[in-house]
């Protein structure tokens, strides 16, 4: 495994998407120091953060051991699990074939799994005006997903086999699973995996670890 002399710098705030990277850093074990991007005081917005985020969202990291040595940053949760995972040779799979599977559903949680809950808990929950059709979409969407993961968990300790970044991904919204209707002893495989993963020692590190 690559060596870690100097912290990784991590911008982030605890929401499922920030823990995403608080749990990999952990799982790693490999030294870093958080820099608190309070996108309740839309921080987010600030100069100095849009230079390493350009899309102003939370996290980005810079690691001053980038390649050839140089400081690199990185923005997108999704781009910096891999970029971890590549470097540090873990969690991500060498077989070409392993990381087609590590892809897929990492890039399911990026582009649904993630933005399909998020949508959900707005409108069901902080929505100013409450729009049935609107709760009622992106409910039966995440409920939709769920299930998904519930079949792929099936015969399988973790999403794509072994663990990996696809997991990490995935745990944080996992978690909310009340918020969306979910009951467990209606996705078995799912609520296995959800225990198995609050189990581990870095996961649980990685979720607790950042407070506001």
Known sequence: MTKQTQPIELHSFPTPNGQKITIMLEELGVPYTHHLVHIGKDEQFAPDFLKI???????????????????????????????????????????PRAQVKVDEWLFWQVGGFGPMLGQANHFARFAKEKVPYAIKRYIDESQRLFGVLNRQLE??????????????????????????????????????????????????????????
Request: net charge negative; charged share 25%; proline share 7%.
């Open 155 to 212: 015969g399988r300790d973790y999403i794509a086999g072994e663990v990996s970044i696809a997991d990490f991904a995935c745990i944080g919204w996992a978690n909310y699973y009340e918020t969306y209707e979910i009951k467990l002893e209606e996705f078995p495989h799912f609520a296995a995996w959800l225990k198995r993963m609050n189990e581990r020692p870095g996961t649980k590190r990685g979720i607790e670890v950042i407070k506001v």
């Open 53 to 95: 985020s350009p899309n102003n969202k939370i996290p980005a990291i810079v690691d001053p051991e980038g390649p050839g040595g140089e400081a690199i940053s990185v923005f997108e949760s999704g781009a910096i699990l891999k970029y971890l995972g590549l470097k540090f040779g873990q969690f991500y799979p060498a077989d």
